[in-house]
């Protein structure tokens, strides 16, 4: 959610815009057949992890713009089980088994943004755009249970640590009229994984499992494009927009300490999408009024859909910690995306 402050009052205030968002960033849920070829390092592996963003934003002049938020890590029970988890199979004493690890606890972090809009048409809409982002490290304390065979045995901690992030982005219009636009996006970050150096866990007997990560730093590039049609004649008081996009992610894990727990594969990932904005005299599904009915009634309504396909490239594993790790592995994610916008 997103206003500006003029809108909702304060008069004199049309420069600043707030804003509360709420995602899930990594989103991971794994599984594996219990008898599985590497169950002695992992059987499911779950991170329901939410970051809550309150976010404000200052327009300094038609050319720049600032933005700051707070991010906010925790868990909550309404997504997934509500906390970290891992299971796998015993070794050594706890031969055959089942081993649960898992936490919650909340940290925070924080993110500054910069927007520079040096060229814009004669309708003052911009033709180029450049977006500097940066996304502090964030450490999340972690306290929980280790598990055998579903019963307690001793209270469990660590912290994930997660990565500060650079990025920056550029998107030009070679098309903006009130007719038509067509955007060209380039994105480009570096993702600090490096400071993933171990999630050991420390034992309320006194013990230590050893869990070292020694990741590295990694690029993500992406490039995209947007053609969209405003309030064509073929469907009035619409506005519609068709989009594709690719993405080179790189792989931040050693063979070392690489767990499938977590797809840690190069990947490249192709985009298609559309996006159908309804406004004025428009009507959603052809029922739904779409202009302002009631003063609590949206202005517009949105629907964007999207599908994306992860093609990951084949990693050997070779010298594992854990040799039963070690091989061959391949993957695909087909992945659907349906979103819902209001404007009031």
Same mark, same amino acid.
């Given at each position: 959610?997103?206003?500006?402050?003029?809108?909702?009052?304060?008069?004199?205030? *049309?420069?600043?815009?707030?804003? #509360?968002?709420?995602?899930? +960033?990594?989103?991971?849920? %794994?599984?594996?057949?219990?008898?599985? +070829?590497?169950?002695?390092?992992?059987?499911?592996?779950?991170?329901? @992890?939410?970051?809550?963003?309150?976010?404000?934003?200052?327009? !300094?002049?038609?050319?720049?713009?600032?933005?700051?938020?707070?991010?906010?890590? %925790?868990?909550?029970?309404?997504?997934? =089980?509500?906390?970290?988890?891992?299971? =796998?199979?015993?070794?050594?004493?706890?031969?055959?088994? *089942?081993?649960? #690890?898992?936490?919650?606890?909340?940290?925070?972090?924080?993110?500054?943004?910069?927007?520079? %809009?040096?060229?814009?048409? /004669?309708?003052g809409k911009p033709i180029t755009s450049i977006g500097l982002v940066y996304r502090t490290q964030a450490v999340v304390p972690l306290s929980g249970s280790l598990l055998v065979n579903g019963a307690k045995v001793a209270d469990a901690s660590t912290n994930l640590v997660l990565p500060q992030i650079y990025t920056g982005?550029?998107?030009?219009? &070679?098309?903006?009229?009130?007719?038509?636009?067509?955007?060209?996006? #380039?994105?480009?970050?570096?993702? /600090?994984?490096?400071?993933?150096?171990?999630?050991?866990?420390?034992? *309320?007997?006194?013990?230590?499992?050893?869990?070292?990560?020694?990741?590295?730093?990694?690029?993500?590039?992406?490039?995209?494009?947007?053609?969209?049609? @405003?309030? &064509?004649?073929?469907?009035?008081?619409?506005? !519609?927009?068709?989009?594709?996009?690719?993405?080179?992610?790189?792989?931040?894990?050693?063979?070392? %300490?690489?767990?499938?727990?977590? !797809?840690? #594969?190069?990947s490249n990932t192709l985009s298609i999408g559309a996006g159908f904005l309804c406004k004025g005299q428009g009507r959603f599904f052809g029922m739904v009024p779409c202009g302002e009915v009631t003063a609590l009634w949206p202005k517009g309504i949105g629907l964007d859909v999207a599908f994306q396909e992860w093609f990951?490239?084949?990693?050997?594993?070779?010298?594992?910690?854990? +040799?039963?790790?070690?091989?061959?592995?391949?993957?695909?994610?087909?992945?659907? !995306?349906?979103?819902?916008?209001?404007?009031?």
């Amino acid at each position: 959610m997103s206003a500006n402050l003029e809108s909702l009052g304060w008069d004199g205030l *049309s420069n600043v815009t707030v804003g #509360l968002g709420l995602t899930s +960033p990594y989103g991971l849920n %794994t599984r594996y057949p219990v008898d599985g +070829p590497f169950n002695t390092a992992i059987t499911s592996a779950a991170l329901p @992890l939410l970051d809550i963003k309150p976010t404000v934003a200052y327009k !300094i002049n038609d050319q720049l713009a600032i933005g700051v938020s707070a991010d906010i890590y %925790t868990f909550a029970s309404f997504l997934g =089980q509500g906390h970290i988890e891992q299971k =796998q199979v015993g070794v050594g004493p706890l031969s055959g088994a *089942s081993v649960e #690890l898992n936490g919650t606890g909340t940290g925070a972090g924080a993110t500054v943004s910069l927007l520079y %809009t040096p060229l814009r048409n /004669g309708d003052g809409k911009p033709i180029t755009s450049i977006g500097l982002v940066y996304r502090t490290q964030a450490v999340v304390p972690l306290s929980g249970s280790l598990l055998v065979n579903g019963a307690k045995v001793a209270d469990a901690s660590t912290n994930l640590v997660l990565p500060q992030i650079y990025t920056g982005a550029i998107a030009i219009w &070679p098309v903006r009229t009130n007719e038509r636009e067509w955007k060209l996006e #380039l994105d480009v970050e570096y993702v /600090g994984w490096k400071s993933n150096r171990d999630l050991d866990v420390h034992l *309320s007997s006194g013990g230590t499992i050893p869990q070292p990560q020694q990741w590295k730093t990694v690029t993500v590039v992406a490039v995209g494009t947007e053609y969209k049609w @405003l309030n &064509p004649a073929w469907l009035p008081h619409w506005d !519609i927009a068709v989009r594709s996009g690719y993405t080179r992610t790189e792989d931040p894990v050693p063979d070392t %300490t690489f767990n499938p727990g977590v !797809i840690s #594969l190069p990947s490249n990932t192709l985009s298609i999408g559309a996006g159908f904005l309804c406004k004025g005299q428009g009507r959603f599904f052809g029922m739904v009024p779409c202009g302002e009915v009631t003063a609590l009634w949206p202005k517009g309504i949105g629907l964007d859909v999207a599908f994306q396909e992860w093609f990951y490239e084949p990693r050997a594993i070779a010298g594992n910690l854990n +040799p039963t790790v070690n091989g061959a592995y391949h993957a695909y994610v087909h992945l659907g !995306i349906v979103s819902a916008k209001f404007l009031f």
